[in-house]
């Protein structure tokens, strides 16, 4: 594995993790959803503000922008590479971070946990279920959907230190795996903050929007 080839994976992913799909969906409903909720332009502050349809959609293609390209390599590009587990991995924080800070919104993008779990299904597709279970069980339980997806992000370091022990990049592996972990508590870093003040908005709430007024909760 040369460094051209993770150069190429550093840029396409991040390239494609800066679609900014939960902008694009706001500004169909006359909104910039940045101004509103979280003040970020991912799943969770899709649903708050634009509903559910808009959340979906956003989720979608969220998640559809990791997964695809991802599919493309593992069966397409790298399916007899012993490498290919790592370039999965590598196109995938790129494109976390491509969501996170998008170049076309001046940087402001995401939390990544959308992308981040389109990683883990192309990773492994049984990550899906163990997924679905694992961060449905939190947020019914908690009501919060920062816990379950903080959770959700040390899926990948746990998922690769069971299945994937014997890859010939197997260090490597978990030191990327663990990047999504890292990342994924420095985005949310402020929901951490309102949890432990108790301040956190619990699944369901709604930002309300009227008359072009803006309600922002850091």
């Not at 990327?176 to 890292?182: E, G, I, P, R």
């Amino acid at each position: 594995m040369n460094a051209w080839l993770v150069i190429c994976l550093i840029v396409a992913g991040y390239l494609f993790g800066s679609i900014p799909f939960g902008y694009i969906v706001g500004k169909f409903n006359h909104i910039d959803i940045r101004n509103y909720g979280s003040g970020n332009s991912g799943t969770t502050n899709a649903f708050r503000t634009v509903g559910r349809v808009g959340g979906i959609i956003t989720f979608l293609g969220d998640y559809l922008k990791a997964l695809i390209p991802i599919l493309i390599m593992r069966f397409c590009i790298f399916d007899d590479k012993p490498y290919m587990h790592l370039t999965i991995l590598i196109y995938g924080f790129a494109c976390v971070l491509g969501h996170n800070f998008p170049v076309w919104l001046k940087f402001k993008g995401g939390k990544g946990i959308a992308v981040t779990a389109g990683v883990c299904s192309g990773l492994d597709f049984l990550i899906i279920p163990v997924g679905i279970v694992v961060f449905g069980a939190i947020v019914l339980i908690t009501k919060y959907v920062s816990i379950g997806s903080l959770i959700l992000s040390l899926i990948i370091p746990a998922w690769v230190i069971v299945r994937l022990s014997d890859d010939a990049y197997y260090p490597w592996l978990i030191a990327v795996s663990c990047l999504y972990t890292v990342s994924a508590f420095i985005m949310h870093r402020k929901n951490i903050k309102r949890l432990i003040k108790g301040e956190e908005n619990k699944i369901g709430q709604r930002v309300k929007i009227n008359n072009g007024s803006e309600n922002k909760a850091e």
